[in-house]
């Protein structure tokens, strides 16, 4: 297999893992929906941030790190559930706050343009495992001597791809219909989505205590 097509495989793979739901897809699809199309995107851009910082470990050889010392990955992984689990909650306890309009769209108390990046960003990185599946699949993937080109061609492509789908999803949940449709189910969405949050973060932290020897 040629280094250019070691290269498709992995962002096709890297592309089906982003597209199954999760929290990432949880999070940018209301933060869209509930905000407006710029906030959405803002978010994107932190997941494919958080993604082109996993892919960067990965090539640097870091994640091993948590396979090696797994007291550690067990650390990330409650860490991570535990933020998945405050993130929920938040969202439930605001599910009962009126949804607002200003002249340049819908604003939600408290979350800038710059803070659904901080949340995207937060959010891919909350979950450990992503790092161990990325540098799975390059194990998997990746000739005995990769070139240069391509290490270094890993992380910024996989900004695009992972980015590039929750844009997808930002723009598909900021439309007026789908607004329309949050605006008179406000309460049940945001309860629905903070009780995925937290289920998603409960699994993470049991996944971890489950773990210990």
Same mark, same amino acid.
């Given at each position: ?12 793979? #890297?592309? #089906? ?12 699809? !209301? ?5 407006? !199309? ?67 769209? +819908? ?7 710059? !803070?659904?990046? =901080? ?13 161990? =599946?990325?540098?799975? #699949? ?24 992972? +980015?590039?789908?929750? +844009? ?6 900021s439309g007026s219909r789908a607004r329309s449709v949050y605006i008179r189910l406000k309460r049940w969405i945001d309860r629905g989505a903070g009780v995925v949050m937290g289920a998603l973060g409960t699994k993470l932290m049991l996944e971890a ?5």
């Amino acid at each position: 297999m040629t280094a250019f097509a070691v290269l498709l495989s992995i962002l096709a793979t #890297i592309f #089906i893992g982003a597209m199954s739901p999760g929290p990432s897809f949880v999070l940018v699809s !209301r933060i869209a929906v509930a905000t407006s !199309r710029s906030h959405g995107l803002a978010s994107a851009l932190g997941m494919g941030l958080g993604g082109a910082i996993f892919a960067a470990l990965a090539v640097l050889g870091l994640t091993a790190l948590l396979m090696q010392f797994e007291w550690l990955y067990l650390f990330l992984k409650l860490l991570g559930g535990t933020y998945l689990i405050y993130i929920g909650i938040r969202i439930w306890r605001g599910a009962a706050e009126p949804f607002k309009m200003s002249g340049t769209g +819908a604003t939600e108390k408290g979350i800038s343009v710059s !803070r659904a990046f =901080v949340l995207g960003l937060v959010t891919q990185l909350s979950n450990p495992k992503t790092s161990i =599946v990325y540098a799975s #699949i390059f194990a998997a993937l990746m000739p005995p001597s990769p070139p240069l080109w391509l290490l270094v061609a890993l992380p910024p492509m996989l900004f695009c791809v992972e +980015a590039g789908w929750y +844009a997808v999803v930002a723009f598909a949940f900021s439309g007026s219909r789908a607004r329309s449709v949050y605006i008179r189910l406000k309460r049940w969405i945001d309860r629905g989505a903070g009780v995925v949050m937290g289920a998603l973060g409960t699994k993470l932290m049991l996944e971890a205590l489950r773990a210990k020897p």
